[in-house]
């Protein structure tokens, strides 16, 4: 009905009329005239208290008119009741009067209306800026969990803005549970039977407090269709219409609620579809969870708080959301909480969308801490996005704790995932003995799917541990990807910087495992790209367990991809294994396999700790582990390998690496190898330094002692290899060793100098290249200088090549090597420079030397000294370890000291017979300064000559050169 303002007037008696005048205006009719103003003024001030009145009379409502409406009601709940008698047939405005207030009745605000696309039904305060508050009733029913302030039961196409909504401050009793007054919602969604949801809704701008007594049961939003809307009373949708879909709460604030939004939409075995429900721009204050939920259907009982959280509602988006806390809160709590545990096993292909929110949440328990939970539990397919989130998660405890505590956990999942340009920050201070898992990021595992993928792109990721008391166990990683199965997935997680410190103050004490990246897949590719990883500039990782850069495990079918990534951690831990990558895979042989591109620094290692640049031993077809750059230093006493890396595929390759050792270990490696057919291990740059004080460190630049081959070793670049200490027994420092049986392995083209064992104690043996293969082995191109040792030991040696063959059927070729300047200044062995040594003892080797080059020289304060060019292990049976040397340059100028068989010469064998020195052996020159040959006796080189007749070297000679030496007294053969 509309009222006039002649209506107005009539009803006050009012009867006011102008009429033009008749006559000009004179003196007197002027007068008039100013009467009849002040008459009409008085008139205009009744009629502003007519309006007034009429306002008092009419409500506190207006309405658009629409769908036959009254344009006015005295009550926005008289306007919802009208409006739920109403039959729909044009659009529908209902808005509050500015200033207005109101108390809901009891149970709240009930709409059970629907409006359409076309005729939507909006329900509003003024305005955005002026919003009407509306309370919660005081008459709550006693121990009732369904009270609303407003309540949707089976409405659609409605909207809801401008309102705030509160709950009444003389609601104060929560507990018991059967007597609690308080209310539940500020605004809930229901069915209204089981082909009757919710749908289309939306729900916005509006302002939600669920007053000052926290309240376990207190949702700021509440939508499902799984009870009926006044009870708990089980409502399963049987179909799609059943259900809440399709509406949207957007711009929302909402403070003291345990649960900001909540979402329950389907139960086991309901076979729904989609509901495309979307959560935005809402800014949500939680609060403390004093007890235990309410038993609400299908919703996780116990003591959480959250943010946003759903249950089985498919195809869900949350984005642009602000979620913190106020107070300490000691139960579990969530920013956003989206699972589908309750939902039927289906083949639904739906995506969830969790992009841009704010999480700062903090926790001082032993429960659950996570920003993001975002799984898909029995579903098949689907994708699941949460992008673009920036969360900050921070947990303290003096108790014992075992939290877990994830920024963005994607549980168990099915299907897609993608987490890109996610900010996770998560502190953890602990004062007693906890249990820690903790992951900024966790993948979860993927159950089934034939084709599926997952993205972890662009996240920056930060962790801090600090331990004042007790001890901190457990697991922490950055960015984990769970175990994946399917034909055709695909992981990838690249261009993620993830920073990881780990401290201990007082008693505390840190030991557990660290992961900066790791994946437990099984799948067909796998891409680990672009990654920084590191600990916080200035900090330390004090955790004595073991700390990995990156691992990837299980098994690749097509390919693994693991590239430039950067990895800077500093590990002070005194107990546990260091790795800058780990890789155990058992990808397929088919497959293809590349490392290469990375920069890995492993500082500060400390204690028994053992160190790994880079381990691997996955295979696939092309294996590459190439052009990697690390670094590793510290005073760690176990084992350091640069690059550890085995096969059992095709045409594997260990190149263009550079890596540096600077450590304190008992057993130091540059690269270990495993030969494979058409396997190389080319110009890679290896220096490694120990100052280790154990008995005997080992110091080895590349091994390669298993495998098959061919295989070749070959342009690299092994020096500096030194120790500052010895120690007491023999050690061994060598720049390639290899002892592989039956293979066809190749050494060439390399350069190994600048060894050195600065102890004077012990008996260690530096060698150039040690071959302990029984196969075919070519040795050739090889310079070796620059070879020394202080130690003043009685078996101290300085080698260039050794060959130590004890299997049947070696054949080595040595050829064009330069070898030269093997100095032990302080050594008593009488044989201590050794050029070449022919030692195995395998009765078929054969050794074939040609065109070498040795020099060797220099003396020592020992009490007996001296050396040999080469070295052979004598037989009385020809082809016995037999010996083919022809066109060498040996010349030794070592000046001898000391008596018996303290000697210098080019050749020396360890009997008199020589019935293994090949027929063929010949135009070699033989230079020494004590003669050309010793085996028992010295012989010059007219009688060597005569000694082995006359086939044998009757055309060798012994002269010495003139080699140049430059002004560092090296060889200019070894030098350029």
């Known amino acids: 009905m509309k009222t006039t303002f002649n209506e107005i007037m009539r009803a006050n008696r009012i009867n006011f009329t102008l009429t033009k005048p008749s006559k000009k205006i004179t003196a007197h009719s002027f007068l008039s005239l100013i009467s009849y103003f002040t008459l009409f003024k008085s008139y205009l001030a009744t009629l502003t208290l007519c309006f007034v009145f009429a306002n008092s009379v009419f409500g506190q ?217 979307s959560i935005t721009n809402n800014t949500i204050t939680l609060i403390p969870s004093p007890g235990t939920f309410a038993n609400y259907i299908d919703w996780l009982p116990g003591q959480r708080s959250s943010g946003i959280e759903t249950r089985s509602v498919l195809g869900i988006t949350v984005t642009g959301n602000t979620i913190s806390q106020t107070g300490n809160i000691l139960n579990a709590v969530y920013g956003i909480n989206i699972t589908h545990i309750q939902f039927p096993l289906n083949t639904l292909n739906y995506t969830e969308t969790v992009n841009n929110n704010n999480i700062t949440l903090s926790q001082k328990s032993n429960n659950d801490l996570k920003g993001i939970d975002i799984s898909n539990n029995n579903v098949v397919s689907g994708t699941l996005i949460a992008n673009g989130n920036n969360i900050n998660l921070s947990i303290s405890n003096s108790g014992t704790s075992t939290s877990i505590v994830r920024g963005i956990d994607f549980g168990v999942i099915a299907g897609n995932i993608s987490a890109t340009t996610n900010v996770i920050e998560i502190a953890n201070t602990h004062a007693a003995t906890i249990s820690l898992d903790i992951s900024a990021i966790y993948g979860g595992g993927i159950l089934s799917s034939s084709s599926t993928n997952t993205l972890m792109s662009n996240n920056t990721c930060k962790i801090s541990l600090l331990q004042t008391a007790g001890e901190a166990s457990g697991v922490v990683t950055g960015v984990s990807i769970g175990a994946v199965a399917g034909a055709n997935t695909s992981i990838n997680a690249t261009t993620n910087t993830v920073e990881i410190t780990g401290t201990s103050s007082g008693t505390g004490n840190i030991t557990s495992t660290i992961y900066y990246i790791r994946t437990l897949s099984n799948a067909a590719n796998l891409s680990l790209t672009d990654n920084v990883l590191k600990t916080t500039t200035g900090g330390e990782i004090k955790t004595t367990g073991s700390v990995y850069g990156i691992q990837h495990i299980q098994k690749f079918s097509s390919s693994v991809l693991v590239t430039g990534n950067t990895i800077n951690i500093n590990r002070t831990g005194s107990l546990g294994d260091v790795y800058g990558l780990h890789g155990t895979t058992t990808t397929a042989a088919s497959s293809s396999y590349a490392c290469n591109l990375n920069l890995i620094t ?162 260690p043996k530096i060698i150039g290249i040690i071959i302990k293969s029984a196969g075919t082995n070519s040795i050739y191109k090889n310079k070796i200088y620059n070879l020394s040792t202080s130690a003043t030991g009685v078996a101290t040696g300085v080698e260039g090549i050794n060959i130590n063959t004890s299997n049947t059927g070696a054949i080595n070729t040595i050829y064009n090597n330069i070898i030269g300047n093997l100095t032990s200044p302080a050594s008593g062995n009488s044989e201590c420079i050794r050029g070449i040594v022919l030692a195995g003892t395998s009765e078929s080797t054969i050794h074939k030397v040609y065109f070498n080059t040795i020099y060797l020289s220099g003396t020592s304060t020992g009490t007996n000294f001296g050396g040999s060019g080469i070295y052979q292990t004598s037989h009385d049976v020809t082809m016995k370890y037999a010996l083919d040397l022809r066109n060498n340059n040996i010349v030794n100028t070592i000046v001898p000291k000391g008596t018996g068989s303290t000697k210098t010469v080019a050749l020396r064998r360890s009997g008199t017979v020589s019935l293994n020195y090949e027929l063929t052996s010949n135009h070699n020159n033989l230079y020494g300064t004590s003669g050309a040959y010793y085996n028992g006796t010295i012989y010059n080189i007219a009688d060597f000559k005569t000694l082995i007749g006359p086939r044998r070297d009757s055309a060798s000679i012994a002269v010495l050169p003139n080699f140049y030496i430059n002004s560092r007294f090296r060889c200019k053969l070894f030098t350029h």
Do not use: W
């Open 61 to 277: 409502v207006t309405t658009n008119s629409g769908s036959g409406l009254a344009a006015s009601y005295p009550s926005l709940d008289a306007a919802i009741s009208a409006l739920n008698a109403a039959t729909i047939t044009s659009p529908v405005v209902i808005t509050m009067n500015s200033g207005a207030t109101e108390t809901a009745p009891a149970g709240g605000l009930v709409i059970t209306q629907s409006g359409t696309a076309t005729f939507p039904i909006t329900i509003e305060g003024f305005s955005n800026l002026s919003r009407n508050v509306i309370t919660a009733s005081t008459a709550q029913v006693s121990g009732s969990v369904t009270d609303a302030v407003f309540k949707l039961v089976g409405a659609d196409y409605l909207t809801i803005r401008y309102f705030e909504v509160k709950e009444n401050d003389l609601n104060t009793t929560r507990d018991p549970i059967t007597s609690n007054n308080k209310t539940e919602f500020g605004i809930a969604l229901m069915a209204n039977s089981a082909t009757n949801g919710s749908q289309n809704n939306t729900i916005t701008d509006n302002t939600i407090n669920l007053g000052t007594t926290t309240y376990e049961n207190s949702f700021g939003i509440y939508s499902q269709c799984v009870h009926q809307s006044t009870s708990l009373s089980p409502q399963t949708a049987t179909n799609n219409t059943g259900i809440n879909s399709n509406n949207s709460f957007n711009a929302n604030t909402i403070s003291n609620a345990v649960v900001g939004i909540g979402i329950l939409i389907t139960r086991p075995g309901q076979a729904v579809g989609l509901t495309n429900n």
């Open 602 to 763: 492993l500082s500060g290692l400390s204690g028994s700790t053992s160190c790994y640049g880079i381990y691997n031993t996955d295979s696939g077809i092309n294996k590459e582990v190439n052009s990697n750059t690390i670094n590793i230093s510290g005073i760690n006493t176990g084992s350091t390998t640069g690059i550890s890396s085995s096969c059992t595929s095709l045409n594997p390759s260990t190149s263009n690496n550079i890596i540096s050792i600077s450590t304190s270990s008992s057993a130091t490696v540059g690269i270990n190898t495993t030969a494979r057919t058409n396997g190389l291990c080319d110009a890679n740059n290896i220096q490694v330094t120990t100052n280790s004080s154990v008995a005997k460190p080992d110091l080895k630049g590349i091994t390669c002692t298993s495998g098959s081959g061919p295989y070749a070793i070959s342009n690299n670049l092994i020096h500096a290899l030194s120790s500052t200490d010895a120690g007491t027994s023999s050690s061994e420092i060598s720049g390639i060793n290899a002892g592989i049986s039956g293979i066809t392995l190749s050494i060439h083209s390399n350069t190994i100098s600048d060894f050195n064992t600065g102890a004077t104690t012990g008996n």
